[in-house]
C-alpha cells in the first residue's frame, strides 16, 4: 500500500513525514508537509520537495500560507522547504486547494528571495533571446536552402543541355541511317 501511495505523489498533496534527525534550528519532529516538487520531478526521482507544516507557529510572515486541508488548521512554512526520501513519506493526509497552492507558491518566491526579482520581464527577456536565435537559425536554413536550389538549378540546365545534344545526334545518327540503308526518313525515330 506504502509503495502505491509513494507512486502517485503530486504536487499539492499533504503527507505525514518522518523526521529521524535533525541538527540545529531544523524540523525537530515529525509532521505534515506539502509536496511542492513538479509532478515531473515526483514521478521520476526517489525524493520529493517538501515544505513542512506547523498548528503552533503563531507569527505571520511572507513566507507562511495559512491552510485548512490538513487535519488541523495549520501553517505552511515555506523557509522550512526540504528535499525528501520517498521512503520518509506517511499517512497521505489530503491536497491543499488551488488558492492554497498559489499562495504557497508565491511565499515559496518570497522565502527564496525571488520575488524581489522582475519575474515577468525576466522570463520575457528568456523568450525573446530564444525568438531571437531561431530568427538566426531561420536566416540560415533560408539561405542554405536557397544554395541547394541553385545548384539544384544548375544540374537541372546542365541535364537538359546534355540530353538535348544526346538527342540531336541521336537523331542526327537515325537519318544517317535511314539515307543510307533507304528506309523512310524518321521510321526509327518514331520508335524513340
Not at 28 to 40: A, H, L, M, T
Not at 105 to 117: F, R, S
Request: charged content about 30%; aromatic content about 8%.
Amino acid at each position: 500500500m506504502r509503495d502505491e501511495i509513494q507512486r502517485r505523489v503530486r504536487r499539492g498533496d499533504i503527507f505525514y513525514i518522518s523526521v529521524p534527525y535533525h541538527t540545529g534550528h531544523e524540523t525537530k519532529k515529525d509532521r505534515p508537509g506539502v509536496i511542492v516538487s513538479c509532478n515531473e520531478i515526483n514521478k521520476s526521482y526517489g525524493t520529493v520537495v517538501a515544505a513542512f507544516c506547523s498548528s503552533s507557529c503563531s507569527w505571520d510572515a511572507p513566507e507562511h500560507v495559512r491552510v485548512h486541508t490538513t487535519p488541523r488548521p495549520s501553517v505552511v512554512m515555506c523557509e522550512q522547504i526540504y528535499t525528501v526520501d520517498r521512503t520518509r513519506l506517511g499517512e497521505f493526509l489530503g491536497r491543499v486547494t488551488r488558492q492554497e497552492q498559489r499562495e504557497i507558491d508565491v511565499a515559496i518566491l518570497a522565502g527564496l528571495g525571488i520575488a524581489d526579482y522582475d519575474l515577468a520581464s525576466l522570463q520575457n527577456a528568456v523568450r525573446q533571446e530564444v525568438r531571437d536565435e531561431w530568427k538566426e537559425q531561420d536566416k540560415e536554413a533560408a539561405l542554405a536552402l536557397a544554395r541547394a536550389e541553385a545548384e539544384r538549378n544548375i544540374y537541372r540546365q546542365m541535364y537538359e543541355s546534355l540530353l538535348g545534344i544526346i538527342d540531336k545526334r541521336t537523331r542526327g545518327k537515325l537519318r544517317e541511317f535511314d539515307e543510307e540503308y533507304g528506309r523512310p526518313s524518321g521510321l526509327l525515330e518514331d520508335e524513340l
